[in-house]
């Protein structure tokens, strides 16, 4: 098998954690890592037996390097990714694509241009629990999506008050350094295309904008509420998403998510196939119909529990996912991966959008 060479740039919480993924894939080789911190690129370099280099450009110079994985901070994504695509690399690029839409509009034009490819690692088109969700969806099992609902309460105990990513310069913000996760998951599961962005914020005494919101609507009339806050310790961090359908609702739980509880109701014959898309058995209710409501009848609700054991064992095989798709699209350019190059570009804009609706004060067309 031709192994791919990765070039790693940015060994820092995640760049660790994801070159250890990479690692155990067969298809790839990190062959050259940079860093700003030489004791990071040396750590890297030893490890995964690669070559240290002291800057990026000497990194884009290196032959065995057929893929670039940026993992620095935001602010450098669009311009580091430029001069990846420049250099002639393909590029697997961390969340966000930019912090600015006109640089992310600058990057779609030279890749283009360059006719390079480019995916950003949402990790949670890849996770097990959303996968199924994904088919749940898709598969009008329990009717069309009429409304999602995040909300996602998270610790502040690792960010530090002059962190990158409290500086709307460095990060973008809580939506486009965070929230663009959410937002990618949500344009996917609604199959369209949002039309209009309202956001808020609170503003703490410091000047850290650490809660956001916004208010969705798409063009097939899903709506959709996203809130996002680092407020909290750690140990009480919550993330929900609920999907309400026609006939029914979906709620998961974790920001890797371990758990998916379903409730609704559907004709019997759809029972198994129902079940066979879950991967677990289905509780069924007879349910009367309630009294005092006039045209109400009885009938059967559904419901049904998905759990996960490992987490973390999920989150590294969704970097892995992520990873391997782009190179199938690579190899064989008539390969559809789920994260187009489209879609990298809108959830961006989506989130960019947001935090604009939140600065502007009003409600903004996509
Ligand atoms: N997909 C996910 O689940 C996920 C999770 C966490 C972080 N991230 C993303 O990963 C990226 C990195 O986050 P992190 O938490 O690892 O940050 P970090 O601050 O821990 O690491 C960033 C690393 O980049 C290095 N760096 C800074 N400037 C550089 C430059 N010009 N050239 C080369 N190296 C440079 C730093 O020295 C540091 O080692 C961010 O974009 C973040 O949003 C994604």
């Known amino acids: 098998m031709q192994q791919s060479g990765l070039g790693i740039v940015g060994y820092g919480g995640f760049g660790e954690f994801t070159a250890k993924a990479y690692a155990q894939m067969p298809e790839v080789k990190i062959v050259a890592v940079t860093d700003v911190n030489a004791a990071r690129r040396n750590e890297a370099a030893s490890i995964y037996q690669a070559t240290a280099y002291e800057t990026y450009e000497q990194l884009l110079a290196d032959p065995a390097v057929d893929i670039v994985v940026i993992n620095t901070p935001p602010w450098l994504h669009a311009a580091q990714a430029q001069q990846a695509a420049l250099a002639g690399k393909h590029i697997f690029l961390e969340k966000p694509l930019a912090t600015d839409l006109a640089d992310a509009d600058a990057l779609m034009q030279i890749l283009q241009e360059k006719q390079v490819r480019l995916s950003i690692d949402y990790v949670l088109r890849h996770v097990p629990i959303y996968t199924i969700l994904q088919k749940l969806t898709a598969s009008n099992l329990l009717g069309k999506i009429t409304y999602m609902r995040l909300e996602n309460v998270a610790s502040n105990e690792a960010l530090h008050a002059d962190h990158w990513f409290w500086k709307r310069q460095y990060s973008g913000g809580i939506f486009i350094e965070h929230g663009v996760h959410f937002f990618d998951l949500c344009n996917q599961l609604s199959q369209s295309e949002p039309a209009d962005i309202s956001g808020h914020a609170h503003t703490a005494e410091d000047g850290r904008q650490d809660r956001v919101m916004a208010a969705v609507s798409y063009n097939n ?3 959709a509420n ?3 806050a680092f407020d909290r310790p750690a140990i009480l961090e919550q993330t929900v998403l609920r999907v309400v359908m ?3 609702t979906a709620i998961v739980t974790g920001w890797i998510p371990d758990r998916l509880e379903i409730e609704g109701t559907l004709s019997s014959e759809h029972y198994a196939e129902l079940s066979e ?3 677990v058995e289905l509780n069924i209710t007879t349910v009367p119909a309630p009294e005092g409501i006039t045209g109400a009848t009885a009938g059967e609700i559904v419901t049904a529990q998905v759990t996960r054991e490992d987490r973390t064992a999920d989150y590294s095989q969704a970097v892995i996912g992520g990873l391997s798709e782009f190179i199938r699209s690579i190899q064989d350019p008539a390969y559809q991966p789920q994260v187009s ?8 804009r989506l989130a960019y959008r947001a935090q604009q609706s939140i600065d ?5 067309a996509y």
């Open 221 to 223: 009339g899903i709506l």
């Open 226 to 228: 996203f809130y996002h």
């Open 246 to 248: 026609e006939r029914g």
């Open 277 to 279: 898309l879950l991967g």
């Open 341 to 348: 190059l489209q879609d990298s570009y809108a959830s961006f």
């Open 360 to 364: 502007q004060g009003h409600n903004l």
